[in-house]
């Protein structure tokens, strides 16, 4: 490639929109992470604190009114043959039946432990926080591999340092990998190179940034993110808490009905 070509205004213009899209794509990788470190788990931990308490009294209480169904339907099946009934047998076949909702509320339980331990958790302040973004979407210019395809293995390790220690807000172990960038000399500007491979490169970028909003947009629009607008409104939390209390308690009177209609049944056997 001739150094004239270097100098034409196609050039030019092709290395300051390769230069811009990488920058889009550590824009969107930083974005992404945050949405996926931070945002995303606070809304659902937020939402477990304030909502999950009660969703899971209501699971359990469909469960268990459910499993008195069935234990009633066994009973009566057992009666009309005649058969020996032990109440152990039963209740060991429906909990065997109903393993999987069983297991669903274990989650249920675990989820709302992991908000409790969430509250406690030391939080860093806005304005490390801040400065943590800021590091974060710098060095994922200098380290991300997909960014850099000519990485070092020492760039590669310290990217993947640079991942844990975001997730982790350790803004200290952040600013050590900004000071071994330095010592290295990883700047990463991008390399003066013939036309084709910025095309090729130029490609890539395009394809992550592509990628990388379809990852956010998900995001955004989860089941779990789109509570953000229930946790931000008084008047609708309220009112979903309100119902959830009356479903439980409305499961609660028929499970008591039911429980007394069995107690019918077993004294007639």
């Known amino acids: 490639m001739s150094f004239d070509m270097y100098l034409a ?42 909502l999950g308490v009660n969703e899971a009294k209501l699971f359990i209480a469909r469960v268990n009114l459910d499993k008195l169904k069935r234990k009633i ?38 989820d709302i432990k992991l908000a409790i331990e969430y509250t406690h958790k030391e939080q860093i302040s806005e304005e490390n926080f801040n400065r943590l973004n800021y590091l974060y979407k710098n060095l994922i210019l200098k380290l991300c591999p997909l960014l850099n395809l000519k990485n070092t293995r020492l760039e590669n390790e310290l990217y993947d340092i640079l991942e844990v220690a975001y997730k982790n807000s350790d803004l200290n172990k952040m600013l050590g990998l900004v000071v071994l960038c330095e010592k290295n000399n990883i700047n990463k500007d991008l390399e003066i190179d013939d036309f084709d491979n910025l095309i090729k490169l130029k490609n890539i ?15 955004r629009t989860s089941e779990i993110f789109s509570n953000k607008n229930l946790l931000d409104n008084e008047i609708l939390l309220r009112r979903k808490k309100d119902d959830l209390n009356k479903n439980i308690e409305e499961i609660s009177k028929e499970y008591l009905k039911l429980l007394k209609e069995f107690d019918k049944i077993k004294k007639k056997k």
């Open 9 to 50: 205004p196609e050039y030019t213009q092709l290395i300051i929109e390769v230069n811009k899209l990488k920058n889009n794509v550590a824009e969107k990788i930083a974005e992404r992470d945050w949405l996926s470190f931070y945002a995303f788990p606070e809304i659902k931990h937020n939402y477990n604190l304030k």
């Open 73 to 110: 339907a066994i009973y009566k099946e057992i009666i009309k043959y005649d058969n020996e009934i032990s109440e152990q047998k039963i209740d060991n076949l429906t909990d065997k039946e109903f393993k999987n909702e069983l297991h669903e509320y274990a989650l249920m339980q675990e």
């Open 205 to 219: 970028y395009e394809k992550l940034l592509e990628e990388n909003k379809r990852i956010i947009l998900n995001i």
